[in-house]
């Protein structure tokens, strides 16, 4: 009987703790008018928040990423680029039907799970404006640079333990970033 109530005090005291907001970094904008971070209210629940020095300018619903993202707003306020540094490896394509008497060939060309996107562009309503996928960013030879785990991949230098400079925002309003074995990316708004 003890040990039950010990165990239902224990999770009266942690409920608040799992209730509690989590919030990303906030970013702000060129031109310094505008900041952008997504808010973690529960688990699944999210809620992209763009504001002014006087308040919020608009909120989306939506869970665009997580907190350890990247977000960075437009000079206008209106659009946000999100990088996923942390990215779900994509399924690989059916394999083709096997013909009798004839030798599997390699299909040509990156793997399937680097074709998925790693960044996009959104509008203040969610819509999916661009998007970049990895095989957008570095070639074939440069995915064996990515950083492979069981499910998921890394590709940003400067974030989750890949040396280099990190994603940023320059004084044009131009984001800037470097996948692992490439060059500087530039995503405009």
């Known amino acids: 009987m003890r040990c039950r109530a010990f165990a239902l005090a224990l999770l009266f005291l942690a409920l608040p703790a799992l209730a509690e907001e989590r919030k990303g970094r906030t970013r702000v904008s060129a031109n310094g008018l505008f900041s952008v971070s997504l808010v973690e209210v529960a688990p699944g629940q999210c809620r992209l928040e763009v504001t002014k020095e006087s308040g919020p300018v608009w909120q989306l619903p939506q869970c665009l990423g997580n907190v350890d993202d990247f977000f960075f707003v437009s000079n ?19 394999p083709p039907p096997k013909v009798k008497g004839k030798k599997q060939k390699r299909p040509k060309g990156p793997p399937a799970w680097a074709n998925v996107a790693v960044a996009a562009q959104y509008d203040s309503k969610g819509n999916r404006l661009q998007e970049k996928r990895l095989t957008e960013l570095l070639n074939t030879r440069q995915l064996s640079e990515v950083r492979q785990l069981t499910h998921h991949f890394k590709w940003l ?31 405009t708004f």
Request: proline share 14%.
């Open 76 to 94: 206008d306020g209106e659009r946000v680029w999100v990088l996923w540094p942390l990215v779900e490896k994509g399924k690989p394509p059916p």
């Open 157 to 187: 230098e400067g974030t989750l333990g890949i040396p280099g400079k990190g994603p940023r925002l320059t004084d044009a309003g131009v984001v800037e970033f470097e996948p692992v074995g490439g060059t500087t990316q530039r995503l």
